[in-house]
C-alpha cells in the first residue's frame, strides 16, 4: 500500500537569500553564511542653530555610511511530492532553484535638514502667570543615498575614457536579497550565479557557477567602430563589441540521500522529473520530509563574446554569449573546497521554509550622530 508524500518545500530560504544560504567554505569561519559585517555611522557636517529675536533657525547636515557582505554561500530550493511503497521512495521534483556567490555593498546617506522655531509668550490661567516658549513653525529634512561602489566604478569608467584606456573587470550587480536591504543597502555586487529547473537534467546536482568577467573591447582598434563609439559618447552613449575571459568559481551540490521521518533512502536515480530511491520502510503516517547533500566548489575559466550599446543613458542593448568551463569541458576537475554536507527538512505538505540560520546584524558601529 503507498503512502502519499505531499507537495512540500525544500531549501535554504524562499525566495533564494545568500545570507541564508549554506557555507561555500564552512571552515572560512567568520565568512561562513549568514554572518555578515556592517559598519554604520552618522557624522553631523553641519549644526548650527543662531538665533535672531524671536526667531531660531537650526540647521543639520551629516552623513552614515554603511557596508554589507554575504558569502561566499549557496542558496536552493525545490518542491518535491510523490508516494512511498515498501522500501521504494519516488518524488516529483519541480520549482527547483539556485543561487551562489559572493555578494557585497556599500552606502553613503547624505542628510539636509533645516528648523525654524519662533519665541512666543502665553497666559497660564491655572497658575495665573505669563510663560514663554519655542514653537515649531517649519521643519525639513530629507536624506539622499548613494551605492559606492556604483559611483566609484562610474569615476574608475570616466578615467580610463580620459586615458583613453578601456574598462577594467566588471562586477555585477544583482538584485538586493532580502538581507541585505533590512538592514538599509540600496544595491549589491558581487560574483553572482543562479539557475532554474537544472536538478533533474543533471541528475540530481544543482550547480552554479559564479565568476568575474574581463571584457575586452576590440572597438578602439578597429577605426569604423572606434569612430561610431567616439560619437555615441558625445551623446552620453557607449558601444563596445569583442570576447571576454571569465574567471570561474564552479559550485555543485548534489543530493545524496532522501528521509521520510527516521527512514533512509539512498541509491537515488533521476529521470523524468523524478527522484528515486531505496532502503527505507514505508510510515503510515509520514511527518517529515528531508535530503542530504554534499556540495563542492572548483575553479575554471571559459571565453565569450559581449555586445552593449547605449544612448543618451536611456537605451541600453547588451548581450552577452560564454561557452562552458574549458577544465569542466577537458574533464578537469580543480577542486578548491569540499566535498562539504548539509541536509535540509522540512514537514510534509508545508510550503513554507523556516531558515535556521542566523540572521544578518551590525556587528561594529563607526560613530554616533551628534545633533
Known sequence: MATAISRTILGTSDPLDLCQGFAAFPKLGTLRAAVSSFGTGSTALLNASPQVLGSRLSVFAGYDFLFGICGPSYAIKFAAEGETTGDELDLAISEDEMAGGLVFGANLGVELGVSLETW?????????????????????????????????????????EEAGEEDPAQLEKIPLVEHLAQVGLIGAWGLFDERQDTFIPNGGK?????????????????????????????LWGDLGVGPTIEILFPLNALVTGASVDDQK????????????????????????????LTHSVQ?????????????????????????????????????????YKNSLANGIGSDTIHSTTSPVEVLFDLGTCVR
Not at 131 to 158: H, N, P, T
Not at 213 to 226: A, E, G, R
Not at 312 to 321: D, E, I, M, R, T
Open 206 to 234: 544543482f550547480s552554479v557557477s559564479p565568476g568575474l568577467t574581463i571584457p575586452i573591447d576590440v572597438c578602439p582598434f578597429i577605426p569604423q567602430l572606434k569612430a561610431v563609439k567616439t560619437s555615441l559618447r558625445a
Open 120 to 160: 512666543s509668550v502665553h497666559y497660564e490661567w491655572a497658575n495665573w502667570r505669563f510663560v514663554g516658549r519655542w514653537d515649531s513653525a517649519l521643519s525639513l529634512k530629507f536624506k539622499l543615498d548613494f551605492d559606492l561602489i556604483e559611483v566609484g566604478l562610474a569615476i574608475i569608467q570616466k578615467v580610463l
Open 299 to 339: 575553479f575554471d575559466f571559459t571565453f565569450g563574446v559581449f555586445f552593449t550599446l547605449s544612448l543618451c543613458k536611456l537605451f541600453n542593448l547588451s548581450a552577452h554569449v560564454r561557452l562552458p568551463g574549458i577544465l569542466g569541458l577537458l574533464g578537469i576537475d580543480v577542486s578548491i573546497g569540499g566535498p
Open 265 to 292: 533512502y539512498q541509491g537515488l536515480s533521476f529521470s523524468d522529473g523524478h527522484m528515486h530511491g531505496s532502503g527505507g520502510q514505508e510510515s503510515a503516517n509520514p511527518k517529515e520530509l528531508g535530503v542530504e
